[in-house]
């Protein structure tokens, strides 16, 4: 029996967010911190328009974390940086999907629901859920995806 349409369309856009995921996983590669690196892509229409990973606002040093392996409070979210880099564009996020390795923070859940993403793929867990949770309150729809190995 032959899949129907919509069984093709939901696999076709499983292998995309984990393709886009694979490359946002890549792009993390670029962050500084060392406690944890992350990145995110968002893409619309099938058109990656903005990228970002952690790390400290332009004109800043490269090292997110002090001499205690702290993190400073300075430091962006990949999510942010992703949704700033964006607003300096003539690129619109509205109703865009944004691609993250890591599940959103509350603040940065906050800048999504603003931007009107209407979607967020993550691969692993934050330590907190309160950012998903705002998401999923907010009407966004909010997807863990394991990484394919090929």
């Known amino acids: 029996m032959d899949p129907s349409s919509s069984e093709l369309l ?22 500084y911190c060392k406690r944890r690196q992350v990145g995110a892509l968002l893409v619309k229409d099938k058109m990656i328009i903005s990228d970002g990973y952690n790390g400290t606002p332009s004109g800043f040093e490269n090292q997110c974390e002090d001499e205690n392996n702290v993190t ?17 564009s003539n690129n619109s996020s509205d109703g865009a999907t944004l691609y993250v390795t890591s599940s959103p923070c509350i603040e940065c859940a906050k800048l999504i629901i603003q931007a009107g993403i209407i979607r967020v793929v993550f691969l692993d867990n934050y330590r907190v859920e309160d950012g998903v949770q705002l998401l999923r309150r907010a009407g966004i729809e909010v997807i863990q995806v394991s990484q394919s190995t090929r």
């Open 10 to 31: 939901t696999e076709k856009q499983r292998l995309l967010d984990q393709r886009y995921l694979a490359m946002a996983t890549v792009w993390a590669e670029n962050s």
């Open 72 to 88: 400073k409070p300075y430091v962006l979210h990949a999510e942010a940086n992703a949704i700033t880099k964006v607003a300096r």
